[in-house]
């Protein structure tokens, strides 16, 4: 009965994925190789090769080995790339050799198609994530727009616009009798819709406790101040037509001009 191979039956033994790159090590070339590991390292040593070639695929490191008797002891290990493998073992000659080098070689190509394997199916878990998120976001974006209390609060502010204005036409004589009352509805529709791209918010200060208070503002939301014409003119500007606007005003002058006869 043959005995499988370890490199192939487990190549996890021999070879390892650091930072998305396979490496194997000095140690575990001696294993595969049946040499001593001071062999291996005084190869690695002797190699007579460019720096940036050596610094790209030979890491030293010092770690912790266990050595006859159980004793431990520190001693260099050198993490290798598959290139750096290659270059390393291009020498060592023999039909045993060759056969360890080929199952090394097959070992780093089962590893890299398990490698990409594994990160194939992080994507694919990834992209189900992003799209469950997503989804998730869809339901709360659609949620947020149906919520009773941030409809109902955009209703009430827009009847308190809407009662201003009618305050200021009251206040200087302005029929409203043509003025066609705006949708509360659709108008607090379209606040939480404005609400969703782009949210402002109001941060004040109470004057006795510096207390703050914050408050969400729909986009391109004005401040009422009943008391000024020109702000209450805008806001009339913005809910009615230009032609019962002037026709609101024809009716106040005429109103004023008819009190000044009498």
């Known amino acids: 009965m043959t005995t499988p191979n370890p490199l192939l039956s487990t190549p996890e033994h021999f070879i390892s ?20 590991h001071k062999d291996i390292l005084r190869k690695i040593e002797s190699l007579d090769i460019p720096i940036d070639f050596s610094s790209a695929h030979f890491y030293a490191h010092d770690q912790i080995i266990t050595v006859g008797g159980g004793a431990k002891r520190k001693s260099k290990i050198f ?63 659609e949620l947020f727009r149906a919520a009773p209390a941030y409809r109902l609060e955009a209703r009430d502010y827009v009847c308190e616009v809407l009662e201003d204005c009618r305050a200021f036409a009251v206040e200087h004589g302005i029929s409203m009798a043509d003025w066609e009352p705006v949708d509360r509805d659709k108008a607090a529709s379209g606040i939480l819709a404005d609400m969703l791209h782009g949210i402002r918010a109001e941060l004040t200060f109470n004057s006795m406790t510096l207390e703050p208070q914050f ?29 019962v606007l002037a026709a609101m005003l024809q009716a106040g002058i005429a109103r004023l001009a008819a009190g000044a006869k009498a």
């Open 79 to 141: 993490r290798i790339t598959k290139d750096g493998f290659m270059l390393l073992v291009m020498g060592f000659t023999g039909k045993k050799a060759m056969a360890v080098k080929i199952a090394y070689i097959n070992a780093f190509n089962m590893m890299a198609k398990e490698l990409a394997r594994q990160q194939s199916q992080a994507d694919q878990v990834k992209q189900k994530q992003l799209q469950e998120i997503s989804s998730r976001a869809a339901k709360e974006h």
């Open 17 to 36: 994925s650091q930072n998305g790159k396979l490496i194997t090590t000095s140690m575990a070339i001696a294993e595969a190789f049946t040499k001593e």
């Open 215 to 243: 408050k969400i503002l729909p986009p391109g939301a004005m401040y009422i101040m009943p008391t000024d014409p020109d702000c209450m003119m805008a806001i009339a500007d913005r809910v009615v037509s230009k032609e």
